[in-house]
């Protein structure tokens, strides 16, 4: 099958920067130094053994046109490096460090990504990722289209609000073993159910926390993975896919793109022991359950996911790394990792992990 | 350099304007993929894989615009991938939709680059405010004025040089019908005349504000062998950066620049570039960088870049023409820039660039950079399989 690679890929190494609710008195060199020096440091090498080095962030949070420039500036690139950037989470730059990886132009890749949400509101920035001409001019606002995709599942019975009550708590309360994450604690589910509700039918403990945060992982092939790792956690399959834009064009009580990717990626081949899901609101990680056909038996998000923490353009690459991590830590054999991008759930990219080469199952 | 070999089937270009009034975001990119996979003689349904690219998102007002043109792009249900490297991108763009087929993931990838410029105001969107930048400069040519001074004072180049440059690519844009600025009066004297911006650099020295998308269909080795036109084979291809600045990093003739050529030369077999290229599509926005290139990209010793524009060797008819599609200097859509360079150079080994074409053409360089000097992206392309 062509759209898995055929060269053996695996995430070597991981780290994350503690995620906060405001960063005040770091700009994002000083915020990602920490995190890429620390996966450098864990494998006890330097960016000359780097053969390719992608990012990801958006300039709509930095509020400054080029900001990934001066990122680069945390990375060493000198002598000159192999590099390029997306404009989205990191886990696409992710993706395109895989792809070079499987072109046999590079062995070891650097990806990092990171998104400082506090300096603005990040509920408006977010509504001039809209259709410029028809939604963007109204202003709707990135809770207030969530909590449209939310109605809409209620009424279509795909959740309930006691469920996604239920997704809070059991997020909040798994990150409590998190030291990175933000959001570490949780009231019962019946005591924020009497909350008011922040956009119908959303309230405050549907939504995630506005995060400033970053993360780096280290890819290898082969080899040299296993040389760098006592447990790589390998790269099975790895699939990203798009939905239509426009929310009065697709579905929102599904996940089509979702379930497209995690299809390629062969997630239901085997049995799967833990999922990250990138789902920012409660409603999303039912949906995204469903669209992966992840029954009972799997542990998703045991690091309290995107509602515990959600660092803009960085919140996918970390669920790839929490994924990563439980499979290098030998918890997991077989893992999936979820990223999402744009308004509703609207771009997917779905990775398989394992502990082994060769399908893992 | 992969285990796929990449073949060029399609390219299709915008009219490049100031203001394309007539189109929107979406009509502007479907005009230029639609070209492509006519060129190609392939459909939507076709491709397996989109990758866009342009330059910061401010200039139009759209965060992450790929999401919203994901449907007018055919990408629904298919991986759609944003790529972003300052200046560079649409290079950057085509060199990773061309990492797909190599890599033998999809078979078939439509890459496209734009900006709709006339949404914004380019020149202060690229002047940086505190804290991001020193308030010294206003917009691009205000940056790199003082990297071209530097230039002329190390090579002792003649004053005229940047006036020849921004001459040559003017005329030869009157030879490409989809060229912005399309300027028939010009002449020596007029671009001398002009307005002095950033001293050296005159108003007709220094790239329009353009509106325009430019598209590519990428294939593998069995697409191009099947495509009824004459393919371009991608011969090599490497991106390089490097950081905005430190002590002694040469902005002039930066290593990364140098090291991301060395490394195309190397996977296409090119010994002696000057020999060996026959036709140069170069990333000039600002008359000066023409022979600054020269020099950074190895076709001339260092110091001498000049002397081939004075010699006229990267003229139509010189020994290496260098942007006979009228360059960056007739046509900017900056985040399309590099793409329309590559695609350019793609153009000319299919001898398919109309009365801008290079008779012989057999081996192209496409070249695109970008931030402070910083970011590169090339591409080399020949007419027989590698």
Redesign the interface.
Known sequence: MPHIGSREVAVVAFAQSDHVRRLEHQNEVELVMPVLHGVKSTLGITQEDIDFTCSGSTDYLAGAAFSFVQALDGVGAWPPITESHVEADGAWALYEAWVKIQTGQADTALVYSYGKSSPGSLRDVLSRQLDPYHQAPLWPDSIALAALQARACLDAGVTTVEEMAAVAVRSRRSAATNPHALLRVSEEADVLLKEPELAAPLRRHDCPPITDGAAAIVLAAGDRARELAERPAWIDAIDHRTDAHSMGVRDLTVSGSTRLAGEKAGVGRAPVDVAELHAPFTHQEVLLRRALGLGEGVDVNPSGGALAANPMMAAGLVRIGEAAARIMAGGAQRAVAHATSGPCLQQNLVCVLTGSTGGGA | ???ERVAVVGVGQTKYSATRGDV??PGLLREAARNALADAELTWADIDAVVVGK?????????????????ALG????????????GSVGG?TAL?AA??V?????RRVLTIAFEKQSESEAMW??T??IP?QMPLVAGAGGYFAPHIRAYMRRSEAPDYIGILVALKDRQNALKNPLAHLHEPDITFDSVKDSLMLWDPLRYSETCPSSDGACAMVLTDEAGGDAASKPPAWMLGG???????M?AGRDQVS???GR??AADVYRQAGIDDPRRDVDVAEIYVPFSWYEPMWMENLGFAPEGTGWKMVEEGATQMDGDLPVNPSGGVLSSNPIGASGMIRFAEAALQVRGMAGEHQIDGARVAVGHAYG??S??FAMWAVGSSKP
């Not at chain 2, 330059?55 to 965060?63: H, L, N, Y």
């Not at chain 2, 990408?75 to 944003?82: D, F, I, Y």
């Open positions: 350099m992969g285990k929107s975001l330059a910061p998102d401010f200039f139009e007002g759209v965060m992450m615009p790929e999401l919203y043109l994901a449907d990408a629904v249900g298919k991986p759609l991938l944003r790529v972003h490297t300052a950057s990773v990492s797909l190599q890599a033998g993931i999809h969107a690229l940086l405010p991001f490497a991106m390089r950066s490097e950081p905005t430190f930066p290593a990364g090291d991301c931030g402070g910083q970011f």
